[in-house]
């Protein structure tokens, strides 16, 4: 998995440094960068890659070690955050992509003309930081052994 995932980022960075060398039809059609709106084939490579590659490194570094059961408070953090991942996967568009496309719409711009140029990436750290407090402190008041959230909705209509 890790041997793939660092095969599909090579490709990626390949697919990057050599797209001004392959024809035009190729290099402006089929690969345009490293951007995630429209997500091009490098950024796809580049995301899939780093995705199986931690999730490889994972499996080895924690799943198979016995020494991190006693990192149990993470895991209790983690655990949480993957119960409500979808929850807070749409909670964060909510919070952060859509006010930046109701603004960049009603300024006369693309709806994505402020990603990345909102705020100053100590700020938007912060933020991210802040929201993910912010969030473990909601969902962590929730009773465990009863579902909320997206997931329980999904849950509850494939049922």
Partial sequence: MVWLGAALIALSLLAIRLRIYLPDPIGK???????????????????????????????RWIDRNPGALRWKGWFDIARMFSRYSLTIYILHHIVHLWPLWIYGLSSGFEPTHFWMKALP????????????????????????????????????LCD
């Fill in 29 to 59: 059609n089929y690969l345009g960068g490293w951007t995630m709106f429209p997500p091009t084939i490098e950024y796809v490579l580049g995301m899939l890659g780093m995705t199986l590659a931690m999730l490889g490194l994972s499996h």
């Fill in 121 to 156: 990436i100590s700020t938007s750290i912060f933020l991210a930081l802040v929201f993910l407090g912010c969030t473990y402190g909601i969902l962590s008041r929730l009773d465990p052994d009863r579902n909320y959230g997206v997931e329980a909705w999904m849950r509850w």
